[in-house]
């Protein structure tokens, strides 16, 4: 054996010893527990129950496809009077992360995302509950989509609307109703929850929805669906908003329906969930008036129909004003002869 060949049996061999050490290191780690410990954080005129709130401890992994899943509890203790919690004794784990979470009024509230390390053994957290109001005049419009698509005899419009609860409550609009303007004679009207189910927290008026639900604070999204009945492949909507109308984008699939307004200024063609559609922006005017005129939307032959009848009428007319003219003319014209 070469003195060459040596060295390197030596290099390799230490190599294998710090990569063993630096298992057993994380090994070591790994199999010491750490606590979480921490504060649910109570409104004022919310009361804490004689047994304490339910606290539990959420664990959230990466799974094979690159998506973020939940794998139930993996603790749950109660909370003291004043809403202090310890979770003793819990693995330590490096790969996954971890949230706190407690219900109250029947809400789920989480705390911020916590991920261990290799050092800290002691982990605080605070879960903040928001308190309750009803003061629906603080929710704002941060931006509103209104996606226009083609039907037979018909547009499909989806909006979708970005609302912000600027305050540090929960709005509760299940009295009082967040009020959003709809088009006239609008017909299939559908709101979808969270879940994407069919939702029932909303009341349709004349030209408007109610929207009825608790809105957190931050942005809320809140989509619905309606149709809007067309004319020989034309249509005519206007809807109102109480904001500026450059907070409102329109879009439509590239190449299904011609789209003009004087409230709009064009913005171009972009992607959305790889679907290329045409986009126009609202213009900052005094008005909150949105008239958009649409068409090529395909024609229902009840339309055609509609036309044949009033011509078939028209003709009917005529031919009876004929004969009533000749009727009248031909008694005459027998008494000259």
Known sequence: MTLQKIREGEKLLKIILLLIASCLHLMVYASEPVEISGTIVIPQGVRIPDGGLDVVLLKFVVNDQGEITTTGPQARVKSQKDGSFRIPNIPRELRAAFRIGTRVRGRLHQSNV????????VYQVEVLIPGLSEKVEVLELEKASLILERGLGKIRVTEVWEIKNPTSDMVDSVKAGFRINLPDSISDFSMPDEMGQQSTDFSLGENRVEVRRVFPPGSTQLVFQYSVSS?????????????????VMVFTPVGQLE????????????KLHKTAFTSWQGKALDTGKLEIKISEVPVKFLDYSFIILIMLMLLSLCVFMFYQFRLKRTPGQSVKA
């Open 231 to 247: 004319f020989l492949g034309q249509v005519v909507m206007t809807k109102t908003f109480r904001d500026s109308l450059e907070k």
């Open 114 to 121: 916590i991920f261990m390390n290799e050092e800290d053994s």
């Open 259 to 270: 789209v003009s307004s004087g409230q709009l200024k064009y913005k171009g063609d972009q």
